[in-house]
């Protein structure tokens, strides 16, 4: 390595005169004692070349004039928000836990208010009768009756009336339906209407939804003086039509899972029931 020129000993280039030769000090003495301690040591050769200091290599390579590479920086990572990422498995567990949670109690309340009225039984499930709502039966017909087309009657039978409604019928005319259930948890709906047979038929069997025709008579039976034509599909549940003897003519309907017995019954209960006053009459 070659050693690093005197700032004050004149380049070989330089367009400046050499000066005089320096003169020593004889009273300078750091020299001789230099040398003499370094003969002393056994090193006779050239003093040791100090280590470059890195703060000072800008301006001796200035002094110089040699290109010089960038200086190396330090990048401080700044302070900020941090960056958005990914919720964790825990987070999003918890999170899904809650939603399936506010999920299934509206389910479980809606199953064990229907599964409370129902009993176990080894065989099949059996519909507890006596945890049916129940209506007041004689207020909701005289309502119905105040501005009906036809008289309304309200048959008296051992069973509980759970259900009450009033609506059109297909072909034009006005139903009004009265919902029983039995002892026995069976069902039975009586329809009054001043409608058409086919109407009255196509409205409660569901078939003019579907937009299939009515269902098909199956013959007829005899129940409270009455003449009953009954319709629908075998093994279903039958739809009994009668006329009532009287003006306006007032046809009726009886349908549901009920037995035969308990058909006749409530047949022959309304053919004794009056015609139900109006409300406010």
């Not at 035969?260 to 015609?275: G, K, N």
Request: some cysteine.
């Amino acid at each position: 390595m070659s050693a690093r020129p005197d700032p004050g000993t004149p380049s070989p280039d330089s367009s400046e005169p050499a000066g005089p030769p320096a003169v020593p000090d004889p009273a300078d003495t750091s020299g001789t004692a230099g040398a003499a301690e370094r003969a002393t040591a056994g090193d006779t050769g050239p003093d040791p070349v100090p280590a470059a200091d890195p703060a000072a290599a800008p301006e001796g390579a200035a002094r110089s004039g040699r290109p010089q590479p960038p200086p190396v920086t330090r990048r401080i990572p700044e302070a900020g928000p941090q960056a958005m990422h990914k919720p964790g498995r825990g987070d999003t567990s918890v999170r899904d836990l809650i939603w399936a949670c506010l999920i299934l109690v509206p389910v479980a309340l809606l199953i064990f208010s229907v599964g409370g009225s129902c009993s176990f039984s080894p065989g099949a499930p059996a519909e507890d009768a006596a945890s049916a709502p129940t209506v007041d039966a004689p207020a909701r017909i005289a309502e119905y009756a105040r501005g009906s087309a036809f008289p309304l009657r309200l048959p008296d039978v051992p069973f509980r009336v759970n259900s009450t409604d009033r609506g059109p019928v297909e072909g034009g005319g006005t139903a009004v339906r009265i919902g029983f259930v039995t002892p026995d948890a069976d069902f039975l709906s009586l329809v009054q209407t001043d409608g058409s047979v086919e109407g009255v038929l196509a409205t409660e069997s569901g078939s003019a939804g579907r937009g299939d025709g009515p269902p098909t008579m199956r013959g007829t039976v005899q129940a409270g003086g009455l003449t009953w034509e009954v319709y629908g599909a075998e093994g279903g549940e039958p739809f009994r039509i009668a006329t009532l003897p009287g003006r306006p003519e007032v046809r009726v309907l009886v349908t549901g899972s009920a037995s035969d017995a308990q058909f006749r019954t409530l047949a022959d209960a309304l053919v004794a029931a009056p015609p139900v006053a109006p409300a406010g009459s």
